[in-house]
């Protein structure tokens, strides 16, 4: 209890703001998670915001869970950054380094495939709604022979993402990797991304909502306006802080849709964020501290962005020692001390 509290008092809370009329039993399991995305949302900018009472939503939202820190180990981008909260697992598993350093997640590895294969695909909805295009894609790998240079210097010339000319069996080939998510898209039922703003991202989870109120379902939302606002007009910027109120109210409606279908108090939500932004600054080249907000009674720590898979796969009761590879984060949900070395 002494960590659950301390973890509070970092964010404003007190123990006592923790008592809550969610309607989900500590112990009891969830009939539907979302994961909601706010994507290089900094710790301490979205506290001044929640102090301000600019956030209403993350603080309802909070009053009924708890709001705790989550701390990045690793490179503060995009594609490391969801790689991890969506597998569990560090780099070294999924192959997926940073923004310029990837490769396909390995098939199974999501968090999707994961719920997928434990409940059955026909019950059980997977859907991703992202706001980005790129970073948090599923492009398809490309090779491409070469048959003279003239062909060569187009290719070159395009500069198509990482792409690279390798020699192959007395070939010459234009291979552009794999994007992150081109394996997981294909196990789940919906992968959309590219939808930018924050309203398109709203009325698509919304719509999709509707459609799948009547069967269990884990969403990951993405939102990108903070991401795009602080790159464009810096950390501190208008801009930038108006995109927190975007971010909050779009997790606000997407909550109203939930009670509105009457399932709100059979879901769990979870909101964090894969790096921060660099205090003042147009970019995160070193922003390892964001957060994570939820309405789960039963988190009770903070972490690292490798365990919230491992906190959803455990909140919907599958068995993690039976996850192979052994999944590197750890659930929120249980105690866990990291080792000194």
Sequence with gaps: MRKIFMCLLVFGFSAVSVASAFALGKDEKPRNIILIGWDAAQRNHMKECLDRGELPNIKKLSSEGTLVAIDILRVTDTKSGWSQILTGYEPEITGVFSNSRYQPIP???????????????????????????GHVDADAPVKREIKNEKQKGKLLQKKQSDGKIIAEDGKTYFVVQGKPYYNASQGMDLFENGLTKNEKVVERAIELLGQNANRPFFMF????????????????????????????????????????LGIYDKTLIYV??????????????????????????????????????????????????????PLDGHPLTRPYEPPLW
């Design 272 to 325: 964090t964020a894969d790096h921060g932004f660099d205090e003042g600054l147009t970019g995160h080249g070193d922003a390892p501290y964001v957060f994570l907000a939820t309405n789960d009674p039963k988190v009770m720590r903070r972490g690292i962005r490798a365990d919230i898979t491992p906190t959803i796969l455990d909140r919907f009761g599958v068995d993690l020692s039976k996850i192979q590879p």
């Design 221 to 260: 939302v993405h939102f990108a306006e903070i991401d795009a606002q602080g790159h464009k007009y810096g950390e501190n910027s208008k801009e930038s802080n108006d995109a927190y109120i975007s971010d909050d109210s779009g997790t606000g409606k997407i909550m109203e849709k939930l009670k509105e």
């Design 107 to 133: 098939q199974g590895y999501t968090v999707f495939e994961r719920l997928e294969q434990y409940f059955s695909p026909q019950d059980f909805f997977t859907a991703a709604v992202i706001g980005k295009k």
